[in-house]
Structures are given as C-alpha cells and as structure tokens.
C-alpha cells in the first residue's frame, strides 16, 4: 500500500533552519507530483510548495526565497528545505500526493526564542 512518512521536524529559533523529508513507497515515485502542505492551530491547511516529474517547483508566496522542494527519484524522497524560519512558519507539516488522499503522518515544526 502507499505509504508516506515524514522525518525532520522539531524546535527552532526564529532565522534557523530544518530540512523535512517524505519518503513515499507504493507508488512509481517518478511519475507523480509531490507537495508539501502544513496547518497551523486554529487555520486552514494550505499548500507550501510541490514539486513535478521533471523538477518544476511552486511555492506560497510567504515561502518563496525561503524553502525550498527537492526531490531524490532514486530514493523516493521529497525533502523541503527551511530557511530563515519565522514564527508564523509553526505548524504541522505534511507530504501529499497530489490527486490522491494519500497523506502523510504529519511533523512538527515549532518557532519559537
């Protein structure tokens, strides 16, 4: 079956950095988009960034120049790169494939002094 699992949330102080991965099994990883959505208390979730086949990436405004999506075919893995976190970058984290109610487990990402 699909299975998507996260790894590489924790605490963080503001302008710090964290880089998540997703490794997915069950699919031909190569062939789907992958994304990256997070939710914070109280809010909806939204998307943060996805990655296509061939590596064309998007982002929320509030992420750009920030994070960044990479894939590892080879290793059916999505990572996101987090730099100069903020605090209203706290949330759980969660891999997704697109189209699918495939999700993962969701990380916590805390921004806190």
């Known amino acids: 079956q699909v299975q998507l699992v996260e790894s590489g949330g924790g605490s963080v102080q503001p302008g710090g950095s964290l880089t998540l991965s997703c490794a997915a099994s069950?699919?031909?990883?190569?062939?789907?988009?992958m994304a990256w959505y997070r939710q914070a208390p109280a809010k909806e979730r939204e998307l943060v960034a996805s990655?296509?086949?061939?590596?064309?990436?998007v982002y929320l405004d509030s992420v750009k120049g920030r994070f960044t999506i990479s894939r590892d075919n080879a290793k059916s893995t999505v990572y996101l790169q987090m730099n100069a976190l903020k605090f209203e970058d706290t949330a759980v984290y969660y891999c997704?494939?697109?189209?699918?109610?495939?999700w993962g487990q969701g990380t916590q990402v805390t921004v806190s002094s």
């Open positions: 069950g699919i031909i990883f190569t062939i789907y988009n």
């Open positions: 997704h494939l697109p189209s699918t109610t495939y």
């Open positions: 990655i296509s086949p061939d590596d064309r990436a």
